[in-house]
């Protein structure tokens, strides 16, 4: 916890703790809904052999994808951080952040455990973008703000979803197991994201006028977790041009959770809060026409990052 507080951020984490019976029933329905599994279940050290021969024809976007999904989950220590800095250990949201660390950490293992096996990299290049990642930290701009936490969260786990669901469909036709390992990590996402979701819902419902304002601060440019990792930009580009993510996903996010949180009923608004309401519903139209201009000036031929060697395919 921080050693002093704006009143602002007391009232903030006031509201936070003043929730926590609905957030132990969210976190309740959650372990009632997840689906515990671990790594060792889902991959078998003796098929080592099996996995790298059918590992061979896995296309280079599937690759560049595996590679970006499987770093931006080996970056979990710093948003155990962001979120312990407001939350503690003694609450509901401590209990959550431990537990949401506990079932996160498996999808870096279980990601790289099947890289290695599967020989898809030179592992030793992955390992020191993977230092220089975690090296380089993670500090948003919102760090200070639990609501622009939650707002953050609601829409990376949605992204970070989408990302694991999509490269596992690209992946199926190749290589079987490795798209049930990605629909499992997706699974995971998908709840926690619901969990997100439902908390910002919450927070919306108790103190509209700043949730809105940490919305908006949040979502028109939502940089992702891993924009620190070397040669994020070419992983980025070649998973965009393979369709596993991109900024029209990011906007069908957007539009998806204004909906969800019925932005264009909230209540009880000032003046400012009714224009910040309509700008918040503006931003679908606006991302989406941002994600053409992306779009347009992307490489058409992107390679790989830098210091990350694929080993030799089929494909």
């Known amino acids: 916890m921080q050693n002093t507080q704006s009143p602002e951020l007391e009232q903030k984490l006031g509201l936070l703790n003043e929730l926590s019976p609905a957030i132990e029933k969210l976190i309740a329905r959650h372990i009632e809904q997840r689906n515990l599994w671990f790594p060792a279940e889902l991959l078998d050290a003796d098929e080592r052999d099996e996995l790298a ?131 499992r990590v997706a699974a995971d996402e998908s709840r926690h994201h619901k969990f997100y979701r439902d908390t910002f819902a919450l927070l919306l419902e108790a103190d509209p006028e700043r949730a809105l304002k940490a919305a908006w601060a949040v979502m028109p440019k939502m940089i992702m977790p891993g924009h620190t990792i070397p040669g994020y930009r070419q992983l980025s580009d070649i998973a965009h041009q393979a369709g596993i993510y991109g900024p029209r996903d990011y906007a069908a996010i957007v539009s998806q959770l204004l909906d969800t949180w019925r932005i264009a009923t909230a209540n009880s608004l000032s003046s400012s809060g009714e224009r910040l309401r309509e700008k918040l519903l503006e931003l679908p139209e606006r991302i989406h026409k941002l994600a053409e201009l992306v779009t347009a000036r992307r490489s058409k031929d992107p390679s790989p990052a830098q210091g990350l060697t694929f080993l030799p395919s089929t494909a």
């Open 53 to 183: 021969q059918r590992a061979r024809s896995l296309p280079e976007s599937v690759r560049a994808g595996l590679a970006l999904n499987l770093l931006t989950e080996e970056g979990l220590p710093h948003f155990h951080r962001l979120i312990a800095q407001h939350t503690g250990e003694d609450s509901a949201w401590g209990y959550w952040n431990n537990m949401w660390t506990a079932e996160e950490d498996r999808h870096g293992c279980i990601l790289r455990d099947y890289a290695r096996d599967a020989k898809v990299f030179d592992m030793l290049g992955l390992e020191k973008l993977q230092y220089e990642y975690l090296e380089a930290g993670f500090n948003p701009q919102w760090h200070s703000d639990p609501y622009r936490l939650v707002a953050y969260t609601s829409l990376q786990e949605k992204a970070t979803q989408l990302s694991h669901a999509n490269l596992a469909r690209l992946a199926a036709p190749h290589e079987p197991k490795l798209q049930h390992i990605l629909s």
